[in-house]
């Protein structure tokens, strides 16, 4: 498959090569393609799925959550002189 570039585009692709931060143009496309789908590699798509199945599973047997407020103040607490604990 080939993948025709504005000029633009094709510039913004030899600078992230040219600054080694990628080696070629398809780390580069790859690299913004999982950028555009949240980071989720194709090839992980079916583990996360199956993982999200079991969660919502393990959750109408037990119906625990945590809840929204909780996880937020653990977020903001991230990169804190005093970051709270991972709530479970």
């Not at 949240?38 to 599973?57: F, K, L, S, Y």
């Amino acid at each position: 498959m080939q993948i025709s570039l504005s000029s633009e585009l094709a510039t913004i692709v030899e600078q992230q090569i040219a600054s080694g931060a990628y080696n070629s143009p398809e780390e580069v496309i790859t690299a913004a393609l999982l950028q555009l789908t949240d980071g989720v590699d194709p090839d992980q798509e079916e583990q996360i799925e199956a993982e999200n199945r079991r969660r919502w599973q393990k959750f109408k047997q037990t119906g625990r959550v945590i809840p929204h407020q909780v996880v937020a103040e653990w977020v903001y607490s991230l990169g804190t002189d005093n970051p709270l604990p991972c709530p479970k």
